[in-house]
C-alpha cells in the first residue's frame, strides 16, 4: 500500500537522500522508498495506473513535498528507480538490459497496473534467454498470455532427462501433470508415424504444439491468425504537458514524455 511520509526520516533513524538521478527539480510527485527520495512526474503515473490514480484521489496533498512524501512499501529504491527508467531514460539505453532488470519491470507494474508497461516488459522478456522452468513459473506468475510459453513447454517435453524433484516444486501440480500427458501423447504420435522406440522428442513440431494447445488451452491458432490477418497499430495518445507559471513546457518532462511514446509505440509494433 502506499502511505504519506510525515518527516524527513524513516522511523526516525535513517538519513533519508535524493536519489542522485531521479529527483528532478521539475517534478511534482515525491515518494520516499527506502531512505531515498525520488521526485518525478505525477502525470505518468495517472496516465498508466488506475492503482496510483485512486491512491492520489484518497490523500490529495500528499506527495507534494518531501515532508509529505508517498511511502512506497515492500520495494527497493533500485527496484523504483528501474521503473522509472523506463519513462525517463534514453531510447538507445532500452537495448542490453538484463532479464532481471525486466522481471523487476514486470512485477511492480504487475502490481501497481501499468498493463502498457507490463507489456513491454513482456516483449523485451520474449527476446531474452530464460530457462523454460523460470520463464512458465514466472508468467503464470504475473498472469501473462500462456500462448507465450509454446516453446518453453515444447523444450521440456522434448528433453531426454526427466525432470528435477526442484523443477516440479517450482511448476504447479496441473503443469507438472500436464506435460506428462503431452509427452505421452506426442510418443503415441511419433510411434503411430512409423518411429520406432520413439520418444517425445520425435513427434513433430506442428503435432507437438497442437497437443500442447488442447492440453494447456493456449488458443494459438486464433493468436496466429490475428497476426497472420494483420492487427493496426494503435499510436498512444500522449497529452501535451501544460507550461508552468513562466509559460515554459519543462524540458525533462518532454523529453521523458517522448521517450515513453517511442517505448510504447515500439512495443506496438513489435
Known amino acids: 500500500p502506499v502511505s504519506a511520509m510525515a518527516n524527513g526520516s524513516q522511523n526516525g533513524v535513517s538519513r533519508v537522500l535524493h536519489h542522485s ?3 528532478l527539480k521539475d517534478g511534482n510527485i515525491t515518494f520516499l522508498v527506502e531512505n531515498t527520495l525520488f521526485r518525478v512526474h505525477r502525470h505518468f503515473f495517472e496516465r498508466e495506473s488506475q492503482f496510483f490514480i485512486e491512491e492520489f484521489t484518497k490523500a490529495p496533498q500528499e506527495g507534494t513535498s518531501d515532508t509529505s512524501a508517498f511511502r512506497l512499501d515492500k520495494i527497493t529504491s533500485a527496484d523504483f528507480a528501474k521503473l522509472l527508467w523506463v519513462w525517463y531514460s534514453p531510447m538507445y539505453r532500452r537495448f542490453g538490459k538484463p532479464k532481471d532488470h525486466w522481471l523487476v519491470i514486470l512485477e511492480l507494474s504487475t502490481r501497481w497496473l501499468f498493463p502498457e508497461m507490463k507489456q513491454l516488459a513482456i516483449d523485451e522478456l520474449q527476446n531474452l534467454e530464460m530457462d523454460p ?4 513459473v514466472t508468467y503464470d506468475k504475473y498472469q501473462v498470455d500462456k500462448s507465450l510459453l509454446v516453446p518453453a513447454y515444447k523444450l521440456l517435453c522434448k528433453r531426454t532427462n526427466r525432470m528435477s524433484n526442484e523443477e516440479g516444486e517450482q511448476l504447479k501440480m496441473p503443469t507438472v501433470l500436464g506435460l506428462q500427458e503431452v ?5 503415441r504420435s511419433a510411434a503411430e508415424s512409423g518411429c520406432t522406440s520413439p520418444t517425445s522428442a520425435d513427434a513433430e513440431d506442428g503435432v507437438l504444439e497442437k497437443i500442447l494447445n488442447e492440453v494447456f488451452n493456449l488458443n494459438t491458432t486464433n493468436r496466429q491468425a490475428a497476426k497472420s490477418q494483420g492487427q493496426p497499430i494503435i ?3 500522449i497529452n501535451t504537458p501544460k507550461p508552468d507559471a513562466n ?7 518532454i523529453a521523458s514524455t517522448l521517450v515513453s511514446r517511442c517505448f510504447r509505440l515500439s512495443a506496438c509494433i513489435a
Open 21 to 23: 538521478e531521479y529527483y
Open 133 to 136: 522452468v523460470e520463464k512458465i
Open 183 to 187: 509427452r505421452e501423447r506426442a510418443i
Open 235 to 237: 499510436v498512444p495518445i
Open 247 to 253: 509559460g515554459a513546457t519543462s524540458k525533462s518532462f
